[in-house]
């Protein structure tokens, strides 16, 4: 591939699960990743910090979460416009197109506790941007937070429910769903 060649962030990030699979995270260096890719290492640099972060495609998430939580419409509820972060993140991101990508992307990541961490990290820094965008909607502190962290738990939910079906189902009608059990949940407690 010629290196004028535009998604650079994501031919890097396709070439990286690929050698991950083949060669294992260990022996893959950002060289490798950058020369599969068909660019150069300040390339790399230029879209990620290190190796881990390419598996975690910086902070578009989080962009796209917030955004979609500070367009719902006025007079959705906080977790009504959480849920409508949840069906923006099933058109962009949880796509039938993308369900086997997304499945060696996890396994690479389960396979590796330095990984599992920078998941883990990157989930809080989820929260963090749907607590803010929720605040910027005028929503008080302490329901933002937990309109959050019930919006997270149910992406969790709707994720893993998502990735063991074969069927082509929509991600945002299975967060939907997820939400909804969530809040019957809490309910019960």
């Not at 008080?140 to 309109?147: G, M, S, W």
Request: hydrophobic letters at 45%.
């Amino acid at each position: 591939m010629a290196r004028w060649e535009p998604n650079a962030a994501e031919r890097l990030a396709h070439a990286a699960l690929d050698l991950f699979a083949e060669r294992g995270y260990e022996n893959t260096t950002v060289i490798d990743i950058a020369q599969r890719a068909g660019l150069g290492k300040s390339t790399f640099f230029r879209h990620f910090q290190d190796k881990r972060e390419v598996l975690f495609g910086g902070g578009a998430v989080d962009e796209l979460l917030a955004g979609a939580i500070v367009a719902a419409p006025a007079t959705a509820t906080p977790l009504e416009a959480v849920a409508h972060a949840l069906d923006a993140a099933g058109q962009e991101i949880f796509t039938a197109a993308r369900r086997e990508r997304i499945a060696r992307r996890q396994a690479v990541i389960a396979a590796h506790p330095e990984l599992r961490e920078r998941e883990a990290l990157k989930n809080l820094g989820l929260l963090a941007s749907m607590t803010r965008a929720l605040k910027e909607r005028g929503v008080p502190d302490l329901t933002a937070r937990v309109a959050a962290e019930l919006g997270g738990l149910a992406s969790a939910i709707a994720y893993e429910r998502w990735s063991r079906t074969t069927a082509g189902d929509d991600f945002g009608k299975i967060a939907r769903q997820a939400l909804d059990d969530v809040r019957a949940s809490t309910a019960s407690c």
